[in-house]
Structures are given as structure tokens and as C-alpha cells.
């Protein structure tokens, strides 16, 4: 089965970490990718800018209408997340558990309904 682990940031949690943390954690993800890449559980994995590099678009009446900045306003945004396959929801959870933001960060766990293109 596939599952996202997104990976949710809050801000102010990463600027209370000394830069020898945040380096730590960021450094932490080549080992996490190496060790599911091992597994064969890795699919591809993204990092996404920062929600003031977005645009909203909301189409109305026809017309789309498009908006700078995040969808909403919140403390935590979705920074990224790796797409895996796993035998079951636990096994994602325990991957998740060893992301190195999971310390610090929340990681949701959420199981993939369909794939453009790919047999599920």
C-alpha cells in the first residue's frame, strides 16, 4: 500500500533550534532516504517553498481569481512529504517515527486512494 508522510513545520518551532539542530535535521534526510531506498519503500520524495511563494486559485462564475500567499492563514504548513510503499500502516508510522523532523515536527501518516497512471 502507498502512504504520504507529509511532513507539517512550524516555524517557530525550527527557529528555537540552534543552527548545529536545524543543520542536524535537514542532514538527517539523506540518511532517511538512504535507509528507505534500502527497503525498496521509497517512491519520491518533495520539499515545498514556504506558503508566502504560493498562489491560491479559486475559479468563480467562470473567472478564476488568484490569490498570493497560503490557502490558510495557520502557525503550521506543509513543508514537504516523501511517497512510499509499505506493507501495512504501521510500517508507515514507524517509518514516519524516524523522520528526523518527526522530533520536532508533526508527520502525518496517510494512506494513497489512487494513482494517475500507476495500478494501486
Known amino acids: 500500500m502507498k502512504y504520504m508522510l507529509l511532513i507539517h513545520v512550524n516555524p517557530d518551532a525550527l527557529d528555537a533550534l540552534s ?9 538527517g ?3 532517511f532516504q538512504k535507509t528507505i531506498r ?5 517512491i519520491s520524495t518533495h520539499a ?16 478564476p481569481a488568484v490569490t498570493d ?7 503550521e504548513f ?13 510500517r508507515a508510522i514507524e517509518l514516519a517515527a524516524m ?4 522530533r520536532i515536527n508533526a508527520m502525518e ?8 497512471g500507476q495500478e494501486m
Request: charged letters at 30%; a negative charge; glycine letters at 6%.
Open 19 to 27: 543552527e548545529e539542530e536545524r543543520n542536524e535535521v535537514m542532514n
Open 29 to 31: 534526510h539523506d540518511q
Open 38 to 42: 534500502e527497503s525498496g519503500e521509497m
Open 48 to 63: 515545498l517553498a514556504e506558503p508566502s511563494n504560493s498562489a491560491v486559485v479559486r475559479v468563480r462564475d467562470g473567472v
Open 69 to 75: 500567499g497560503p490557502y490558510v492563514e495557520a502557525k
Open 78 to 90: 506543509l513543508a514537504g512529504h516523501y511517497l512510499v510503499d509499505c506493507e501495512t500502516k504501521e
Open 99 to 102: 523522520m528526523p523532523d518527526a
Open 109 to 116: 501518516v496517510r494512506p494513497v486512494m489512487f494513482s494517475a
